[in-house]
Every structure is written in C-alpha cells, then in structure tokens.
Nanobody
Framework: QVQLVESGGGLVQAGGSLRLSCAAT????????MGWYRQAPGKQRELVAS???????NYADSVKGRFTISRDGAKNTVDLQMNSRSPEDTAVYYC?????????????WGQGTQVTVSS
C-alpha cells in the first residue's frame, strides 16, 4: 500500500526559508499528482501547490512567487521550498498523492507536519 511521509517542518522566523519533503513509499502508476495542502487553526484545509507527473505546477495565489514545488521521480519525493515566510503561513502542512485509474481516482494523505513562522 502506498504511504506518504513528510519531513522538514519546524520553526522559522519571518522572512526566513524552510523546505518540506514528502516521500512516497510503495508502488504506484505514472499518472499522478503530488501536492501540498495546509490547514491553520480554525480554518479549512487549502491547496498550497501541486505538481503533475509531467512537471506541470499549480500554486495558490497567496504563495505564488514565494514557494516552489518540485519532485524527484527517481526518489519518489516531492519538495516544497518556502521562502519569504510570513506568520500567516503557520499551519499544519499535508502531503497529498492523487492516483488516476481510468475514470476513477484515489487520494492518499500524509500525516501532516507543523510549520510555525514567528514574528
């Protein structure tokens, strides 16, 4: 069974940088999307960035220009480089893998990692 393990969360000061990594274990098909979501206290989970198996990226407007998502197929990992961090970026960040099978799809979530940005 495919599982996701996140790492790299922690505390960073405002204006600083932090990199999150997500490793996918197990075997899965080529057609897939990996991405990062986040959920702040009292708010709903939202998309941060995603990247397809072909390398196409999608960013939330709030992070565009500051965050960069990338993936390494050989290592089965997806990274999120977060620059110019703001206290508003404080949240639990979740890695997500979407697998496509014909007309159906499966979503697999990581356990989440806390990211805190201090003032």
């Amino acid at each position: 069974q495919v599982q996701l393990v996140e790492s790299g969360g922690g505390l960073v000061q405002a204006g600083g940088s932090l990199r999150l990594s997500c490793a996918a274990t197990g075997k899965f098909g080529i057609v897939n999307i990996m991405g990062w979501y986040r959920q702040a206290p009292g708010k709903q989970r939202e998309l941060v960035a995603s990247i397809t198996d072909a390398g196409s990226t999608n960013y939330a407007d709030s992070v565009k220009g500051r965050f960069t998502i990338s993936r390494d197929g050989a290592k089965n990992t997806v990274d999120l480089q977060m620059n110019s961090r703001s206290p508003e970026d404080t949240a639990v960040y979740y890695c997500k893998l979407t697998l496509f099978y014909g007309f159906s799809r499966d979503d697999i979530w990581g356990q989440g990692t806390q990211v805190t940005v201090s003032s």
